[in-house]
C-alpha cells in the first residue's frame, strides 16, 4: 500500500488522479469510503478528469463521455466496454493508501517497436525526426 493524499483533501463526491510508479490512479471519495481505479479510459486511452464525480457518483470520461463507477470500474455508459482496472484503498492515519500491485512496475517510456500494436518513430528505422 502507497500513501498517496490526505483523506480531508477529498470532498465527499469528489475524485483526484494521482500517479503510483507506472500507475495513474484516479482516487475517489463516496460518502466516508474511498475507491481506487485506473485513471485512463478503457476506451479511449485518455486520463479521466479529477474534480466532482458525475450524477450517480460516477466517473466521466472527458473525451466522449463514457461513465465508470469508481466502486467496482464497471461501465455504466459507453462508448467505454471494458471496466477500469479497481485497486484496493484504506484510510490510514488520515492518509489513503492505495495498492497498484504490478501495474506500479517502472515500465519503458515508449514502447518498443515489436510491442503488439505499436507504432515505430521514424528514429526506430534511422531517420531523423522531422
Request: with cysteine; hydrophobic share 40%; charged share 15%.
Amino acid at each position: 500500500m502507497e500513501p498517496t493524499v490526505p483523506f480531508a483533501s477529498l470532498e465527499p463526491g469528489s475524485c483526484v488522479v494521482h500517479q503510483i510508479g507506472a500507475a495513474k490512479v484516479l482516487i475517489a471519495r463516496i460518502g466516508d469510503t474511498v475507491h481506487a481505479t485506473s485513471a485512463i479510459c478503457t476506451h479511449a486511452r485518455v486520463e479521466l478528469a479529477a474534480g466532482p464525480l458525475a450524477p450517480g457518483c460516477l466517473v466521466e470520461c472527458p473525451m466522449h463521455g463514457a461513465l465508470f463507477s469508481p466502486v467496482d470500474g464497471s461501465v455504466h455508459e459507453g462508448p467505454a466496454v471494458t471496466a477500469l482496472k479497481t485497486y484496493p484503498a484504506r484510510v490510514v492515519d488520515g492518509v489513503v493508501h492505495v495498492d497498484v500491485g504490478e501495474d506500479g512496475a517502472a515500465r519503458p517510456a515508449t514502447p518498443s517497436p515489436s510491442t503488439p500494436g505499436a507504432r515505430p518513430s521514424l528514429a526506430s528505422w534511422g531517420r531523423p525526426a522531422r
